[in-house]
């Protein structure tokens, strides 16, 4: 007779092995943010169960998932990198093309490799520290000045 533990850590291995195929699936086909998101889909669902199966087993499955999670940031990032490469020498062509100053680098392309670098940092370095990924807190409107005019209601 198996015990309630026993029957949570099968399911919760089962299911964990079943995402991470279907993240490699993703991989796979070229889907790279979708093989991520499946993987953290996973380590999601094993920190919501964990305290439903023995803490050895949560590590085992935090481990694989934490393998999984890092192959696929290292896909993401390339991919990312491939897409700001392709992205700058479209723009060197289509300057080419109209005759513009070939000296200076596109500022697009400069500020998005910049902020995937940023991101690559902090991803290493929250998954060092075991922190969650840097997450902008949510938009706040700053409270009007005193004696500024109010806006005029449509009442």
């Known amino acids: 007779m198996m015990d309630e533990n026993t029957g949570a850590s099968v399911d919760l291995a089962r299911d964990v092995d079943r995402w991470l195929e279907e993240a490699g699936a993703f991989a796979?086909?070229?889907?790279?943010?979708?093989?991520?998101?499946?993987?953290r889909?996973?380590?999601?669902?094993i920190a919501r169960v964990a305290t439903s199966v023995?803490?050895?087993?949560?590590?085992?499955?935090?481990?694989?998932?934490?393998?999984?999670?890092?192959?696929?940031?290292?896909?993401?990032?390339g991919w990312q990198l491939q897409n700001v490469t392709r992205h700058t020498a479209?723009?060197?062509?289509?300057?080419?093309?109209?005759?513009?100053?070939?000296?200076?680098?596109?500022?697009a392309s400069?500020?998005?490799a910049r902020r995937l670098r940023y991101r690559r940092w902090r991803t290493a370095i929250a998954s060092w520290f075991k922190?969650?990924?840097?997450?902008a807190p949510p938009f706040k409107a700053p409270p009007p000045a005193?004696?500024?005019p109010r806006r005029a209601s449509h009442a």
């Open 90 to 107: 479209f723009l060197a062509r289509e300057r080419a093309a109209i005759g513009a100053d070939q000296g200076e680098p596109p500022v």
């Open 110 to 112: 400069t500020s998005l």
């Open 28 to 39: 796979r086909n070229g889907d790279y943010l979708g093989a991520h998101t499946r993987a």
């Open 131 to 135: 922190a969650p990924p840097f997450q």
């Open 146 to 148: 005193a004696g500024a």
């Open 54 to 77: 023995p803490e050895a087993f949560a590590a085992d499955l935090r481990a694989r998932v934490e393998l999984a999670l890092r192959r696929y940031d290292s896909l993401v990032t």
């Open 41 to 45: 889909h996973a380590e999601q669902e």
